[in-house]
């Protein structure tokens, strides 16, 4: 039995992978900033702890003792005000702190969670070898400079250490919507006025957190593992699920990239006003219009015995679960 902590634990994968950690016997540790906000962890068997990724001093605190860390807090989301300061610097500086206390607490292995964002995607078939160079998206950027991080510091400090690669996350146990099950949520409340022709690889949050504790006993230091679907989603897809489910909806029309441009600018100058997240940016449009995002994920399947349920079944459970959600508010 590990001594475990889980930065990150109210957020959504976070979450799982405490469910999924004392599963197997571990003694865990949640790490969140909100320690208040533990509705979730009643009924839990583990302990609440402090984490900040910008504390050392809390940081170090929080892994006394502890043997396996599972690095999962990030901010995640795509606009800010100022997306350098409030995306880009926290995520690495953050990296920077949460290692550095690692090391310090001689941690016996770490699982550091990064994104497909790291990995990129251009509708081929991209594998761990493969590193995004595109960086007009903050989150993008942050994800592939905390990552490079880490394995500078992993390096410096001689951890073991393996990353994790999800790519969109999607399913139960969300203390909150992240964007992607926000974006989820627009469609079933039939919210969703346009089509973006946006292809995410959706895969559902409980693989992901088996993935990630697997890493721990089956990964090899030093190595990336991509914990995606091989296949991405059209919005047909995504409607075919919902409408499986017994929700009535309706597809929106599909517009021109250079409307949908534009409406991403016009959503970008009403925050700047408003101070309210853009539902829409430009660098998206970039990064997403009638792209497929597709992954090989042959080296998760092998080493870690990674076999996550279709984007099909990840869809179709996610809108039975926000069903329930909706009927428990």
């Given at each position: 039995?590990?001594?475990?902590?889980?930065t990150?634990?109210?957020?959504?994968?976070?979450?799982?992978?405490?469910?999924?950690?004392?599963?197997?016997?571990e003694?865990?540790?949640a790490?969140?900033?909100?320690?208040?906000?533990?509705?979730?962890?009643?009924?839990?068997?583990?302990?609440?702890?402090?984490?900040?990724?910008?504390?050392?001093?809390?940081?170090r605190?929080?892994?006394e003792?502890?043997?396996i860390?599972?690095?999962?807090?990030?901010?995640?989301?795509?606009?800010?005000?100022?997306?350098?300061t409030?995306?880009?610097?926290?995520?690495v500086?953050?990296t920077?702190?949460?290692?550095?206390?690692?090391?310090?607490?001689?941690?016996?292995?770490?699982?550091?969670?990064?994104?497909?964002?790291?990995?990129?995607?251009?509708?081929?078939?991209?594998?761990?070898?493969?590193?995004?160079?595109?960086?007009n998206?903050?989150?993008?950027n942050?994800?592939?400079?905390?990552?490079?991080k880490?394995?500078?510091?992993?390096k410096?400090?001689?951890l073991?250490?393996v990353?994790?690669?999800?790519?969109a996350m999607?399913g139960p146990?969300?203390?909150r919507?992240?964007?992607?099950?926000?974006?989820?949520?627009t469609?079933?409340?039939?919210?969703?006025?346009?089509?973006?022709?946006?292809?995410?690889?959706?895969?559902d949050?409980?693989?992901?957190?088996?993935?990630?504790?697997?890493?721990?006993?089956k990964?090899?230091?030093?190595?990336?593992?991509?914990l995606a679907?091989?296949?991405?989603s059209?919005?047909?897809?995504?409607?075919?699920a919902?409408?499986?489910?017994?929700?009535?909806l309706?597809?929106?029309?599909?517009?021109?990239?250079?409307?949908?441009?534009?409406?991403?600018?016009?959503?970008?100058?009403?925050?700047k006003?408003?101070?309210?997240p853009?539902e829409?940016?430009?660098?998206?449009?970039?990064?997403?219009?009638?792209?497929?995002?597709?992954?090989?994920?042959?080296?998760?399947?092998?080493?870690?015995?990674y076999?996550?349920?279709?984007?099909?079944?990840?869809?179709?459970?996610?809108?039975?679960?926000?069903?329930?959600?909706e009927?428990?508010?």
């Open positions: 039995m590990n001594v475990c902590l889980v990150g634990a109210n957020g959504h994968l976070g979450g799982n992978v405490v469910r999924a950690l004392i599963a197997q016997g003694t865990v540790r790490g969140m900033r909100d320690i208040q906000n533990v509705d979730n962890f009643f009924r839990l068997n583990c302990q609440v702890v402090y984490t900040e990724m910008q504390d050392i001093d809390a940081m605190k929080a892994l003792g502890v043997d860390l599972y690095h999962v807090a990030a901010v995640f989301k795509h606009w800010a005000k100022d997306p350098i409030e995306i880009v610097q926290p995520n500086k953050g920077e702190i949460v290692l550095k206390a690692a090391a310090e607490a001689n941690v016996k292995k770490v699982v550091y969670v990064s994104s497909v964002a790291a990995v990129g995607h251009d509708g081929n078939y991209l594998d761990e070898n493969s590193w995004n160079t595109l960086s998206n903050a989150y993008y942050s994800k592939i400079k905390s990552e490079q880490a394995w500078e510091l992993a410096k400090y001689n073991w250490m990353s994790v690669l999800p790519s999607i146990h969300a203390n919507l992240t964007d992607t099950m926000q974006f989820i949520e469609i079933r409340t039939n919210k969703l006025l346009i089509d973006p022709h946006f292809f995410f690889n959706f895969v949050v409980r693989d992901v957190a088996k993935g990630v504790v697997a890493a721990t006993t990964g090899s230091s030093g190595s990336r593992y991509i679907n091989n296949n991405s059209s919005l047909t897809e995504i409607y075919n919902a409408q499986s489910t017994g929700i009535n309706k597809a929106p029309a599909r517009l021109p990239k250079w409307v949908i441009y534009f409406i991403a600018l016009c959503a970008e100058l009403a925050a006003v408003t101070g309210k853009a829409l940016i430009r660098s998206q449009v970039a990064l997403f219009y009638g792209i497929r995002q597709e992954y090989e994920i042959t080296k998760a399947r092998n080493e870690l015995g076999e996550p349920r279709s984007p099909s079944e990840a869809l179709r459970d996610v809108f039975e679960y926000l069903n329930g959600r009927s428990k508010l």
